[in-house]
């Protein structure tokens, strides 16, 4: 699987790759010796809202759209049939611009629907897809999909992602998504929308979007500060680490 971000897989990436590296293992000797080390990312808005299904990369989406095309029309049929009331909702609102007046009513029918499924939110697909939709979903959107629906919390910083870092003594013993936060208590927290961790991803200096404000950092912050070189150095790693954006 290809490692978006965020996913598990791109969050395993994350932690090996910091537990391979030489500058990190040296900034960070110490940290979390005699005190709790471990950090918490927390990734705030994600554009769920925002982002359909036809917005994410062609990727993710293209083994789905063609699963369907390659339907026969009775096995289309059944599909249809057994649709939830608010994707038939979406597909009816669907206009039939784009559909071809030599094609047959059928062939027209598929472009609606592909038409209706692209324009479902990410934040809906747990109530608009059903059951036999399911099993056309597979590979990477198959697994994204389940990580949004088991890790996304919704609160007043909007659709939000939780992940626990163990640190400690320049190693990372751990990092996984938190389906309940509320069961962790970190020593450390770091909170920023999901655009500004896609920049430090991208290889913006950690430190200084803790001290601009555009991350907000809970915890000991005189702490941090003296081993801002190992800071620097999971920023660093962050960036080196391969990402693929969802958004």
Avoid: K
């Avoid at 293992?25 to 994600?46: K, P, Q, Y």
């Avoid at 990410?122 to 890790?151: C, K, N």
């Amino acid at each position: 699987m290809v490692d978006w971000f965020p996913s598990e897989e791109w969050l395993e990436s994350y932690r090996r790759n910091l537990a391979e590296n030489d500058a990190y293992a040296a900034a960070s000797e110490g940290w979390g010796v005699d005190f709790d080390g471990d950090f918490c990312f927390v990734l705030t808005h994600l554009p769920l809202e925002q982002t359909t299904l036809g917005d994410l990369p062609d990727a993710l989406t293209a083994e789905l759209f063609d699963r369907i095309d390659a339907l026969s029309a009775d096995e289309f049929d059944r599909l249809r049939e057994t649709a939830t009331p608010a994707f038939d909702e979406r597909f009816a609102a669907v206009d039939g611009t784009g559909e071809s007046e030599g094609a047959d009513e059928e062939e027209n029918e598929r472009v609606r629907f592909r038409r209706a499924l692209s324009t479902v939110a990410l934040a809906d697909v747990p109530t608009v897809v059903w059951p036999a939709l399911e099993t056309h979903i597979r590979g990477d959107l198959e697994s994204l999909l389940a990580q949004l629906e088991a890790y996304v919390v919704d609160g007043s910083a909007g659709s939000t992602v939780y992940a626990h870092l163990s640190l400690e003594d320049g190693d990372c013993e751990r990092a996984e998504l938190v389906a309940d936060p509320s069961a962790r208590d970190p020593g450390f927290e770091l909170e920023a929308p999901y655009e500004i961790w896609t920049e430090l991803v991208a290889g913006a200096d950690v430190i200084e979007s803790v001290m601009s404000n555009e991350m907000e950092l809970d915890g000991d912050v005189t702490r941090v500060l003296h081993y801002g070189d190992a800071a620097a150095a999971m920023g660093d790693v962050a960036g080196e680490t391969d990402a693929r954006y969802l958004f």
